[in-house]
């Protein structure tokens, strides 16, 4: 199997014939049996040198009665190897000051520090070698061949350039991609209206961001007088939230700029976070369980739940020897199936995506609702102004749902009657989706405000709800 080695060693000047549609033809093609026995021998190697190096795994293993030499099936990892939790990693560098005691290099071989922003609590700190470096943009190069891309193609990257490390990611994996790099970046005022102008004049070939920053780029290009299906995008891909899955955000994309939407992303912790990821056939994303190896689990038991079914994706780092993460508990959602690809690649599929996170989910009256189930609603609306809020309170099971909605500058320049029409079909909508009633407050176009990040679009806020139901009773709207 190509480059199948611990630790990685890949060759950088490597590519494949520019007409094939696999970087590594064997590797992405092999009979799931046959892959699964060469993941077992690389989670041998994996579990050995965690434990061998880090006090982390060899502290938390040792109490789960837990010790490398156990595995011998895929069935053995996941039954006797514990989870990890984000949690956990927080302690470990509370412990272990800067990088925790799960890392297993030299504090001399680290080469990129990147971070969680510690706006919750303190940050966890990530350190990637050189080497592990390397095999990341190796990894990401691989994949956004998948998506179609090439050398020589130009890639935008219109995402924060700091800790954050889907931009780094993205960038390194164009670089060995040999794609003309672009790393516009995100995040100043003023900044999407220049990077409209900047893409009608260099007109990139490929667009990396954030689902909701492509839709408020496109928005402020119409307003700076631009269309963006003048940009000559062809593929855009996207990390960070939910959404380049969902059908009616996919598609809204895709119908504004003319290029093919591609959804990606796990978890900054797991980087290569491309891990999972579409290709240029395959819609939602799949499992590069050679790079990563996914389950999808039970959120309670973490044990692995047959395909078809809902469970949470736990993770397991095959490529990565500095912070190696061993069944990192996602706490996202999603659904998995193994069935065959369009793209003749032999991995397990998230047909739909990443959901949302599963401590997102809130209750009303008895219903489990997530944020992305209500933002796929609203944007098959012809009337929907782009942003919206959701208004929650956590004392219990809620009695009614409050959703502020914008609508489009045509709806609401019409006046009352348009405005009470477009109300009367959010709440329709909503009530056929999700099956509840909603109490609905229309927006002005423009009035929430957007982000170049990731969107954060629950409020939950007993004063804010209680201030906006008043108000609504009080104006009707």
């Given at each position: 199997?190509?480059s199948?080695s611990?630790?990685?060693?890949?060759?950088?000047a490597?590519?494949?014939s520019?007409?094939s549609?696999?970087?590594f033809?064997?590797?992405e093609?092999m009979?799931?049996?046959?892959?699964?026995?060469?993941?077992?021998?690389?989670?041998?190697q994996?579990c050995?040198?965690?434990?061998?190096?880090a006090?982390?795994y060899?502290?938390?293993?040792d109490?789960?009665?837990f010790?490398?030499d156990?595995?011998?099936?895929?069935?053995?990892?996941?039954?006797?190897?514990p989870?990890?939790?984000?949690?956990?990693?927080?302690?470990a560098?509370?412990?272990?000051?800067h990088?925790?005691?799960?890392l297993?290099v030299?504090?001399?071989?680290i080469?990129?520090?990147?971070?969680?922003?510690?706006?919750?609590?303190?940050?966890t700190?990530?350190?990637?070698?050189?080497d592990?470096?390397?095999?990341?943009a190796?990894?990401?190069?691989?994949?956004?061949?998948?998506m179609?891309?090439?050398?020589?193609?130009?890639?935008?990257?219109a995402?924060?350039f700091?800790?954050?490390?889907?931009?780094?990611?993205?960038l390194?994996?164009?670089?060995?991609l040999?794609?003309?790099?672009?790393p516009?970046?995100?995040g100043?005022?003023?900044?999407?209206?220049?990077?409209?102008?900047?893409?009608?004049l260099?007109k990139?070939?490929a667009?990396?961001?954030?689902?909701?920053?492509?839709?408020?780029l496109?928005?402020?290009?119409?307003?700076?007088?631009?269309h963006?299906r003048?940009?000559?995008?062809?593929?855009?891909?996207?990390?960070?939230?939910?959404?380049a899955?969902?059908?009616?955000?996919r598609?809204?994309?895709?119908?504004?700029?003319?290029?093919?939407?591609?959804d990606s992303g796990s978890?900054?912790?797991?980087?290569?976070?491309?891990n999972?990821?579409?290709?240029?056939?395959t819609?939602?994303?799949?499992?590069?369980?050679?790079?990563?190896?996914?389950?999808?689990?039970?959120?309670?038991?973490?044990?692995?739940?047959?395909?078809?079914?809902?469970?949470?994706?736990?993770?397991?780092?095959?490529?990565?020897?500095?912070?190696?993460?061993i069944?990192?508990?996602?706490?996202?959602?999603?659904?998995w199936?193994?069935?065959?690809?369009p793209?003749?690649?032999?991995?397990?599929?998230?047909?739909?995506?990443?959901?949302?996170?599963?401590?997102?989910?809130?209750t009303?009256?008895?219903?489990?609702?997530?944020?992305?189930?209500?933002?796929?609603?609203?944007?098959e609306?012809?009337?929907?102004?782009g942003?919206?809020?959701?208004?929650?309170?956590?004392e219990?099971?809620m009695?009614?749902?409050?959703?502020?909605?914008?609508?489009n500058?045509?709806?609401?320049?019409?006046?009352a009657?348009?405005i009470?029409?477009?109300?009367?079909?959010?709440?329709?909508?909503?009530?056929?989706?999700?099956?509840l009633r909603?109490?609905i407050?229309?927006?002005?176009?423009?009035?929430?405000?957007?982000?170049?990040?990731?969107?954060?679009?629950?409020i939950?806020?007993?004063?804010?709800?209680?201030?906006?139901?008043?108000?609504?009773?009080?104006?009707?709207r």
């Amino acid at each position: 199997m190509e480059s199948w080695s611990f630790p990685p060693k890949y060759d950088d000047a490597y590519f494949p014939s520019a007409h094939s549609r696999f970087w590594f033809p064997r590797r992405e093609t092999m009979p799931v049996a046959e892959r699964e026995t060469l993941i077992l021998e690389r989670l041998k190697q994996v579990c050995a040198h965690a434990y061998r190096h880090a006090p982390f795994y060899r502290r938390k293993w040792d109490d789960a009665g837990f010790h490398p030499d156990q595995l011998k099936s895929l069935e053995d990892f996941e039954e006797k190897v514990p989870v990890i939790q984000k949690k956990d990693l927080r302690e470990a560098q509370t412990r272990a000051p800067h990088f925790g005691d799960y890392l297993c290099v030299p504090e001399s071989d680290i080469f990129h520090i990147h971070g969680t922003s510690g706006t919750t609590g303190r940050p966890t700190v990530f350190a990637i070698s050189r080497d592990d470096w390397r095999a990341i943009a190796n990894a990401h190069a691989r994949i956004m061949w998948a998506m179609g891309m090439r050398p020589g193609d130009t890639l935008c990257i219109a995402a924060i350039f700091s800790l954050y490390m889907g931009s780094w990611g993205a960038l390194a994996g164009a670089e060995r991609l040999g794609a003309k790099c672009f790393p516009f970046g995100a995040g100043v005022p003023g900044m999407s209206a220049r990077a409209a102008q900047w893409l009608a004049l260099l007109k990139p070939t490929a667009f990396y961001g954030t689902p909701t920053y492509a839709l408020h780029l496109a928005q402020t290009a119409a307003d700076e007088g631009l269309h963006p299906r003048d940009f000559g995008l062809q593929r855009m891909f996207f990390s960070g939230e939910p959404g380049a899955s969902i059908p009616s955000v996919r598609d809204k994309i895709e119908e504004l700029y003319g290029a093919k939407v591609f959804d990606s992303g796990s978890m900054a912790e797991m980087t290569p976070w491309m891990n999972v990821a579409g290709t240029a056939e395959t819609s939602g994303m799949l499992c590069w369980q050679d790079v990563v190896y996914t389950e999808v689990c039970d959120p309670q038991s973490f044990r692995r739940v047959p395909y078809g079914q809902r469970g949470t994706p736990v993770y397991t780092h095959l490529e990565r020897i500095s912070q190696p993460m061993i069944r990192l508990v996602s706490g996202d959602l999603s659904l998995w199936v193994n069935e065959p690809n369009p793209c003749g690649r032999t991995y397990p599929r998230l047909p739909h995506g990443i959901f949302g996170r599963i401590d997102d989910m809130f209750t009303v009256r008895g219903e489990n609702v997530y944020p992305s189930e209500i933002d796929a609603a609203l944007n098959e609306l012809s009337g929907y102004g782009g942003e919206h809020r959701i208004v929650i309170t956590r004392e219990a099971a809620m009695d009614e749902l409050l959703l502020r909605v914008e609508a489009n500058p045509n709806t609401y320049s019409q006046g009352a009657e348009s405005i009470s029409r477009y109300r009367a079909q959010v709440a329709a909508k909503i009530q056929k989706v999700l099956g509840l009633r909603a109490v609905i407050e229309v927006a002005e176009p423009g009035s929430i405000p957007r982000t170049d990040f990731k969107a954060r679009r629950v409020i939950d806020d007993r004063e804010v709800f209680r201030d906006l139901h008043k108000k609504l009773g009080d104006t009707g709207r």
